[in-house]
C-alpha cells in the first residue's frame, strides 16, 4: 500500500507532534515522489520559501524517529530521504561521473550473511550507497 501523507501526519500525531503547514508540506512531497532521491536542501526547495529550513530538518527527524523514513548517505554531499515503506534498494554512485543507480537487494544477502558468520557484525548496506565506476565510466577507464 503506498504511504500518503495523510499516514505519514497521522504518525506524527501519534507520535505527539502538532501538524504545522510546514510539517504537511514535506510530508506532500515525499508521498509524492517516493523514489526520487531528495535530500532536505530539496524538499526545502520544492515546499517553497515561505518555511524555515531547520523545520524541514525536524520534521525528517521526527519522521525517522517514528519509522516512517530512511536515509542514506549518497556520497560527500547530502544524505537523500525514502519512505521506509518502499522497495528496500542498494544505491549505486558513480564516483566519476555521479550518476546513481538504484539495484534491487536481492542476492546480496548470503554476501551479508557471510560478514555476519565472521564478524558478528549485522550490516546495514542501504544506510550507505556502494561507491564505484558506472558502466560507461568504468567502459572508459
Ligand atoms: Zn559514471
Ligand atoms: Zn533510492
Ligand atoms: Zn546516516
Not at 123 to 132: C, E, I, Q, T
Amino acid at each position: 500500500m503506498a504511504t500518503t501523507a495523510d499516514r505519514l501526519l497521522d504518525a506524527l500525531r501519534h507520535d505527539g507532534f502538532r501538524i504545522t503547514r510546514a510539517r504537511r508540506a514535506v510530508c506532500e512531497v515525499l508521498a509524492a515522489a517516493p523514489r526520487d532521491h531528495l535530500s532536505a536542501g530539496d524538499i526545502y526547495a520544492l515546499i517553497g520559501p515561505d518555511f524555515d529550513q531547520s523545520t524541514v530538518y525536524r520534521t525528517l527527524e521526527a519522521l525517522e524517529e517514528a519509522g516512517l523514513v530512511t536515509h542514506t548517505h549518497m556520497g560527500h554531499g547530502a544524505s537523500i530521504y525514502h519512505l521506509a515503506a518502499d522497495a528496500p534498494h542498494q544505491h549505486l554512485v558513480c564516483s566519476r561521473c555521479g550518476a546513481t543507480i538504484d539495484l534491487d537487494p536481492t542476492g546480496m544477502e548470503s554476501l551479508l550473511a557471510e560478514v555476519t558468520r565472521r564478524t558478528g557484525f549485522v550490516p546495514d548496506p542501504a544506510h550507505f550507497a556502494l561507491s564505484g565506476l558506472c558502466r560507461d565510466c568504468a567502459a572508459k577507464a
